[in-house]
């Protein structure tokens, strides 16, 4: 199998506090993480690519001091969303891709954050 | 710009009937398609994945790519009322691991 957990699936936070997300592959290594957004009856939007040992690749508009990724294992990268305020209420979905494996993404269960 | 078009919907079929999903993409160098079924409030689930031209079937749902035309379909055979979801079409565009989605096509299956 290839199964992805993320925890919390969902979290409410007051404004101005940190939140940390983490998105584990359960059985296999996941060289490289993907970290997505998904804001009511919209699209995925891919915030950022992570990689096992490096810094991670923000996507265009999506600011890396705001959304710190990090990727410490094969099987764990984590998105901490700092200062949150109500704009970034949406819900977080991670993937992974197996090592040696590219094209195929398996996704977490996802985390819903409601920013009061 | 690298872009996956997609029909938002919504696209009802009654109970049985098939349902005919769209995506186009932009990048001619595009090699691997997704389609992930994505119900309210849950993650995506992969449906189907194809990397070559033509048709691929795998019990009721069958892909079908043409890369001249830069289109790829979902066929849904026999449409049940629990196919009522989301269907995103994924393009992982040449060079790179990344998918870009499509804004997702809404289907409702009416019993």
């Known amino acids: 199998g290839a199964v992805v957990s993320q925890h919390p699936s969902w979290v409410i936070c007051k404004s101005g506090t940190s939140v940390k997300i983490e998105c584990r592959s359960l059985?296999?290594?996941?060289?490289?993480m993907f970290w997505y957004r998904q804001f009511p009856k919209q699209s995925l939007m891919l915030m950022a690519t992570?990689?096992?040992?490096?810094?991670?690749?923000?996507e265009q508009g999506v600011e890396k001091d705001k959304f710190l990724i990090n990727h410490a294992s094969l099987t764990l990268s984590t998105l901490t969303v700092t200062s949150a305020h109500p704009e970034d209420s949406s819900f977080y979905i991670c993937s992974a891709s197996k090592a040696g494996h590219y094209n195929e993404q398996f996704f977490g269960p996802g985390t819903r954050l409601t920013v009061l | 710009q690298k872009e996956v078009e997609q029909n938002s919907g919504p696209l009802s079929v009654p109970e049985g009937a098939i349902a005919s999903l769209n995506c186009t993409y932009s990048?001619?160098?595009?090699?691997?398609f997704f389609w992930y079924r994505q119900y309210s409030g849950k993650s995506p689930e992969l449906i189907m994945s194809i990397y070559s031209n033509g048709d691929k079937e795998d019990g009721r749902f069958t892909a079908q790519l043409n890369k001249a035309s830069q289109y790829v379909s979902l066929l849904i055979r026999d449409s049940q009322p629990s196919d009522s979801a989301t269907y995103l079409c994924?393009?992982?565009?040449?060079?790179?691991?990344?998918?870009?989605f499509g804004t997702g096509t809404r289907l409702k299956v009416l019993a």
């Open positions: 059985d296999f290594q996941a060289t490289t």
């Open positions: 992570s990689n096992e040992g490096s810094k991670a690749t923000y």
């Open positions: 994924a393009v992982k565009f040449g060079g790179t691991y990344k998918y870009i």
């Open positions: 990048d001619r160098g595009s090699q691997s």
